[in-house]
């Protein structure tokens, strides 16, 4: 079966909104409660996996669009549709998805969106030297009518996952958007990282493979024999896009956002640049001299509190897909 790493996935993009006016209180959109009940949470995690199969199994992105948005939904569906054009057939190595030993992170809050987070095993860390891992999918609902959608996907060592603050009644605490009280607020992480990727600044994030050691590899691989690179990194963080974020118990936070990034290469007179099955399957326009990737990735992060700036955020993990691609 096709495999979602930390660093690379094939796997909607819906963004859905709704706004609270006025002052009186509908359905509880402005009074400060649980965003789910763990039956509720339980059935989300059911109804993602078992739509996640067939769509894997068909390679068909109609089988889970309903149930995944965001940065996780762009890659998801534009991995399926390029996986329907080049095995129309399905997928002839699929293996059902398994989730097991499912935690439930669910903050309080008001109105929406409503969101919580799935702390689980997988079956895709079984093969022989690999090493334990989780997933943590962050669940999202617009609305009373809307369909809990899966927007952030991360791969993480059980390591990497900090401890949460939690109150006495065992909900976490969300992480506030425009916090001061964080190196970095929540909000502005996209625009950051995104400029951090093409000059080096601002300079709180840690070294690490996601930071330093991606400016790295896109340097060494900007000009090669008869082929130039280009990166053009861009903030994504509105709608089901919008970082989400839960305070942790030394006062910082585990946030998940997303950018988008178009990588344009250029070959040298004569020569056309490679392209892969699943990237032409998603092309418009015919490869002359020059070939432009749209990429939608989403990072899970540690920040530290205020105060302690200096390598503020630490990127754990980075989950990315090609949505789109150009030829000219």
């Given at each position: ?49 078992e739509a996640y199969n067939k769509a894997d199994k068909a390679y068909d992105p109609a089988l889970d669009a309903g149930r995944v948005t965001g940065p996780l939904g762009a890659v998801n569906q534009a991995g399926l549709k390029a996986r329907s054009v080049t095995s129309p057939n399905g997928n ?237």
């Amino acid at each position: 079966m096709r495999r979602l790493r930390p660093a690379t996935a094939l796997a909607t993009v819906t963004v859905l909104a709704t706004v609270a006016t006025g002052c009186v209180t509908v359905h509880g959109e402005l009074e400060v409660v649980p965003t789910a009940t763990a039956s509720e949470a339980e059935q989300a995690v059911k109804d993602f996996t078992e739509a996640y199969n067939k769509a894997d199994k068909a390679y068909d992105p109609a089988l889970d669009a309903g149930r995944v948005t965001g940065p996780l939904g762009a890659v998801n569906q534009a991995g399926l549709k390029a996986r329907s054009v080049t095995s129309p057939n399905g997928n002839p190595q699929h293996q059902p998805l398994v989730l097991t030993d499912t935690t439930y992170l669910i903050p309080k809050k008001a109105g929406w969106p409503r969101w919580f987070v799935a702390n689980a095993d997988s079956n895709r860390d079984t093969d022989s030297g690999a090493a334990d891992t989780r997933w943590l999918l962050v669940f999202v609902k617009n609305g009373s009518q809307q369909l809990w959608e899966v927007a952030y996907l991360s791969i993480l060592t059980p390591g990497q996952i900090p401890a949460f603050k939690k109150g006495p009644d065992g909900f976490v605490e969300p992480a506030d958007p425009a916090s001061t009280t964080l190196a970095l607020a929540p909000r502005n992480l996209s625009e950051a990282y995104a400029s951090y990727l093409g000059n080096g600044k601002p300079e709180q994030f840690a070294p690490g493979p996601h930071t330093n050691g991606w400016r790295e590899e896109r340097v060494k691989g900007a000009r090669r024999a008869g082929l130039a690179t280009q990166y053009v990194d861009q903030a994504l963080d509105t709608g089901d896009f919008a970082p989400l974020g839960l305070t942790t118990e030394d006062g910082g936070a585990l946030v998940f956002f997303a950018i988008r990034f178009h990588e344009r290469q250029t070959a040298a007179p004569g020569y056309r640049p490679k392209v892969s099955a699943d990237v032409k399957a998603l092309m418009t326009g015919e490869v002359k001299n020059t070939v432009t990737k749209e990429w939608v990735a989403s990072q899970t992060v540690v920040v530290k509190p205020a105060g302690q700036e200096r390598d503020g955020v630490t990127v754990l993990g980075r989950l990315q897909g090609v949505v789109s691609a150009q030829g000219s």
